[in-house]
């Protein structure tokens, strides 16, 4: 199974700029079986959700091929730089660059055959610099219409190791007493009240451990009862008072799908970023395919010198190594404690599987 790009209806590989491309960035992973075609001039046939057509003009030809499922990304002068519009259907991605030049097709497919989502693969192409993968962060476009904050948020300890993310309370206290480094109460009752007790309660579990505890989602709470810091997903991050849960003092830890929304999260100067889904997992309905460890890798590598990160989704016990070979500062769990025989077992050989780590951080 393999990624096939074609570039104006001709397969990419007949263009020796594109081979040239694909030996700095190495071997392409045999991930999934798409089919990408990139138009630079009008297309010689219908679209298709794989289709972009790069550079058009305005018209009934650009309506029919939206209305058809095509996507366009234009490259269009901006008051700040160029900005590189990705649009689909009724949804605009609008990124800003420094580079004044539109994107170079060739490494745009070169990025796409290495199974990487069309909107990263916009970034990644516009990070390249002719010399292998971009793992220079300050290369990248500049998301556009996504919270920024001027300032960051308190630190979050490097290298913290297992974060577990739990369903209640009764699991908070469970965990707090076992030496894990890291909770999240993810409480997903549609009653306030009981929430509200369930974050108080967490947060009177850890207060005399070492344990740091996040609240998932329910940032009002957690800056109303003084927990250690708030998780937010990408859909949230609009919505919530960044502000005022910087002003509290709480850690921020934000939710990632891929590369674009890690510069959404970068906008915002949060305490950590999370990375996922990392395995394909059921505790949630993801929207996006899982990330593997091979995208994890070149995550780590961008990211890292930047934020603590966390990998979650699917993680277990015979998987976790490979995650921490990757060199995330987190593993996030939830099933392959919750769901085990024994959970306390099931802790003990998930934090003995980092070397270096007795399960204990200092708080930051």
């Not at 009764?170 to 509200?196: A, F, G, Y």
């Not at 500062?329 to 077992?345: F, K, T």
């Not at 998930?350 to 930051?364: D, F």
Request: charged share 15%; proline share 6%.
């Amino acid at each position: 199974m393999s990624v096939v790009v074609y570039i104006d209806g001709q397969p990419a590989e007949h263009s020796s700029d594109y081979i040239e491309v694909l030996g700095n960035l190495g071997p392409i992973p045999h991930e999934s079986q798409r089919r990408f075609e990139l138009w630079t001039s009008q297309p010689k046939w219908l679209a298709t959700s794989e289709s972009i057509w790069l550079g058009t003009s305005k018209g009934s030809l650009r309506h029919q091929w939206l209305a058809d499922g095509g996507v366009i990304l234009q490259c269009c002068a901006g008051s700040k730089g160029v900005e590189d519009w990705l649009i689909q259907g009724s949804s605009t991605i609008k990124v800003r660059s420094a580079i004044p030049l539109p994107i170079n097709p060739v490494v745009l497919a070169a990025f796409l055959a290495h199974d990487f989502p069309l909107v990263d693969a916009v970034m990644l192409a516009r990070a390249y610099r002719g010399a292998g993968w971009p793992y220079t962060l300050s290369h990248y476009p500049v998301p556009l219409g996504c919270p920024i904050l001027p300032a960051p948020f308190p630190v979050f300890p490097r290298s913290a190791g297992l974060y577990a993310v739990l369903p209640t309370t009764d699991w908070v206290q469970r965990l707090s007493c076992e030496n894990v480094p890291v909770l999240q109460l993810r409480d997903k009752r549609k009653d306030h009240s009981l929430r509200e007790l369930a974050v108080r309660e967490a947060i009177e579990a850890v207060a005399a451990t070492s344990t740091l505890l996040f609240i998932n989602d329910d940032w009002r709470l957690a800056v109303e009862h003084g927990a250690y810091g708030v998780h937010l997903g990408q859909g949230d991050i609009a919505e919530a008072d960044l502000g005022a849960i910087q002003r509290a003092g709480l850690r921020l830890g934000i939710s990632t799908h891929g590369i674009y929304e890690m510069l959404c999260a970068h906008a915002c100067k949060p305490s950590y970023i999370a990375l996922g889904a990392i395995y394909a997992t059921t505790t949630k309905t993801m929207s996006t395919a899982p990330q593997g460890i091979r995208r994890l890798g070149h995550y780590v590598r961008l990211m890292s010198p930047h934020y603590p990160l966390v990998a979650i989704g699917g993680i277990n016990q015979d998987r976790i190594a490979d995650v921490w070979a990757t060199g995330v500062d987190c593993a996030a769990v939830l099933r392959a404690i919750v769901n085990a025989e024994d959970y306390r077992q099931a802790v003990a050989d998930l934090l003995t599987t980092r070397p270096g780590l007795n399960g204990t951080i200092q708080a930051a």
